[in-house]
């Protein structure tokens, strides 16, 4: 590939990224807002019967309900994060596309639940599962004792989880199944 073509293609992927980070965010803040203005905190409706419903709660945790004690610490954390994504992804700028698109969602899901948790000190989650129950019964193994565990609905969770979910899982992905780091053709890591 020549030189030309390789800084056409990282600019348009650059251009390309930076519109999916955009489009995650905005199709993100208008959905929580539709919920937000439609729907009072906790109900609910039926969309494929109990398996999946739309339930409007405000997350003041982590993504899935995970709860957090200091939460200044936590959004600090957050902020920190996504800056630490966004430098990632500016410098792996000869990765090719489908890393960079992991990041960009990624980056594009921190941000729209970070515009939640910096204006409002929460996060509207919306999209409710029914998926197969766990049961994990209490156990000891070694010295160590372990609690149970059940889990009857998926967390709640809305786009900014999903976009999150979905580059974790494709750089997990991409990590255990790719045999060596592709880069685009014909350009040299600095």
């Keep these: 590939m020549s030189e030309q073509k390789t800084e056409k293609y990282k600019s348009i992927s650059t251009t390309l990224l930076f519109a999916i980070i955009a489009v995650i965010v905005v199709f993100d803040q208008i959905t929580k807002y539709i919920v937000k203005s439609s729907?009072?905190?906790?109900?609910?409706?039926?969309?494929?019967?109990?398996?999946?419903r739309l339930t409007y709660i405000e997350n003041p945790g982590m993504a899935f309900g995970i709860q957090m004690e200091n939460k200044i610490l936590f959004t600090t954390l957050?902020?920190?994060?996504?800056?630490?994504?966004?430098?990632?992804?500016?410098?792996?700028?000869?990765?090719?596309?489908?890393?960079?698109?992991a990041l960009a969602s990624i980056l594009g899901g921190a941000i729209?639940?970070?515009?939640?948790?910096?204006?409002?000190?929460?996060?509207?989650?919306?999209f409710d599962f029914e998926f197969i129950d766990i049961h994990i019964p209490s156990f000891k193994l070694l010295f160590i004792n372990f609690p149970g565990y059940e889990l009857y609905r998926w967390p709640i969770f809305n786009i900014a989880d999903m976009a999150v979910s979905t580059g974790?899982?494709?750089?997990?992905?991409?990590?255990?199944?790719?045999k060596h780091p592709q880069k685009i053709e014909g350009v040299q890591p600095n």
């Excluded at 109900?43 to 398996?51: C, M």
């Excluded at 966004?86 to 990765?95: N, P, Q």
């Design 78 to 101: 957050s902020v920190l994060a996504a800056i630490v994504v966004l430098v990632y992804l500016i410098r792996l700028k000869d990765e090719r596309l489908p890393m960079r698109l």
């Design 112 to 126: 729209g639940n970070l515009i939640d948790r910096l204006l409002h000190g929460r996060v509207v989650d919306f």
């Design 39 to 52: 729907m009072r905190l906790y109900d609910s409706i039926d969309v494929l019967g109990s398996f999946f």
């Design 168 to 178: 974790m899982i494709l750089i997990t992905w991409m990590l255990l199944f790719q």
